[in-house]
């Protein structure tokens, strides 16, 4: 039996490995045209763009664990089935239990490890991805540009630049809300960014242009200033990227279960921070509910069922994960509780499979 146990197991991992790796590469396509365009059209070195893209592999594994086990179900045990081979197996007396409970226990693993990169590995590379697009952004001030849009990356002030070409802007007009007053507002012809030595933000230098300044001495009027050249000092961030704060995605579980402690002794809403927390421990166990269904799927694959069925497990992943969004917009009306609406998915899906 255990050789037997083995060779159902061995006959899981190549589909397992080859469809996670194909996954993985097919999400990452989608981010690497983006990205090929911060290479091209504005200089970032790809050794930048590379230290992204590996921050977003484990996020991913997330949606293409469950996945690549599900396929991995549907093509072991079809192609068993299609050999005749699990007929074989029972006739010779081995009960299907047998043939499924290694199975249930390997998804039951993966479900734990899985746990592990959704406690660790995810918060750690979401933030070390942001980490990263800030110290582009103090590299290359010009990644965080795209003409004919307005950008908000560097506080207080609201940039509008109709042509980028480089490090050089070509009409641009920026905004800074005032508190007490109205927008100060300067235009200027072209402008450049020049990096300064201590990396912690970049110079603009603007030429030819204007500044709308409110006069304090008279309440309501503005009077006009005309420049030749001036600089002004921008930062993406008002802190240092090495210490930029935590967004929920980026706290462990600890950490999701102390923020939750610590706000609920303050009187403030908890809600949200429950959510993150429950939806990071049932996306785990998803992986489990997936062999479940592939095991459901691959018992029964026949030759001429074959499209039938994949169609089948493109709806069972579409629908798991619609109805994970579906139940955190009940949650968030306080329809069901926070565990209750996170683990929904996996209850029904459970019970379905």
Request: hydrophobic residues 50%; charged residues 20%.
């Amino acid at each position: 039996m255990r050789i037997l146990r083995t060779y159902i197991l061995q006959e899981h991992l190549g589909p397992f490995f080859i469809t996670m790796g194909g996954l993985t590469a097919v999400l990452l396509v989608g981010n690497i045209i983006k990205f090929t365009e911060l290479v091209i059209a504005k200089g970032v070195s790809v050794f930048d763009i590379l230290r992204l893209m590996i921050c977003l592999i484990p996020y991913m594994l997330s949606f293409t664990v469950p996945m690549a086990c599900l396929i991995a179900m549907v093509l072991a045990f079809g192609r068993l089935s299609a050999d005749y081979e699990l007929i074989a197996m029972r006739a010779s007396g081995v009960a299907p239990i047998r043939l499924v409970f290694p199975i249930l226990v390997v998804g039951l693993v993966m479900s734990a490890l899985l746990l592990i990169v959704n406690d660790r590995l995810v918060p750690a590379s979401h933030l070390a991805f942001r980490k990263q697009l800030k110290a582009i952004g103090v590299k290359r001030p010009t990644a965080y540009l795209e003409a004919g849009t307005f950008i908000k990356e560097f506080p207080p002030y609201v940039i509008f630049v109709y042509q980028v070409d480089g490090q050089k802007l070509q009409h641009v007009r920026i905004y800074e809300p005032q508190p007490n007053g109205p927008t100060r507002t300067i235009i200027a012809e072209r402008g450049e960014f020049i990096r300064l030595p201590s990396k912690r933000g970049v110079q603009l230098t603007l030429y030819d242009g204007t500044v709308d300044e409110w006069d304090p001495l008279r309440p309501g009027t503005l009077f006009k200033v005309t420049f030749s050249e001036y600089a002004m000092n921008l930062s993406a961030s008002k802190e240092h990227p090495e210490g930029i704060g935590k967004k929920l995605k980026e706290l462990t579980f600890k950490e999701l279960d102390a923020e939750r402690r610590r706000l609920g002794v303050e009187g403030i809403e908890t809600l949200p921070v429950s959510l993150e927390l429950h939806r990071k421990v049932a996306s785990s166990f998803a992986v489990l509910v997936f062999v479940m269904f592939g095991l459901a799927f691959g018992l029964r694959l026949q030759h001429q069922e074959r499209l039938t069925t994949f169609l089948w497990v493109l709806a069972v992943f579409i629908g798991y994960y619609l109805g994970s969004i579906g139940m955190n917009a009940v949650a968030l009306k306080n329809w069901l509780s926070p565990p209750l609406a996170m683990w929904m998915p996996n209850l029904i899906g459970a019970a379905v499979s």
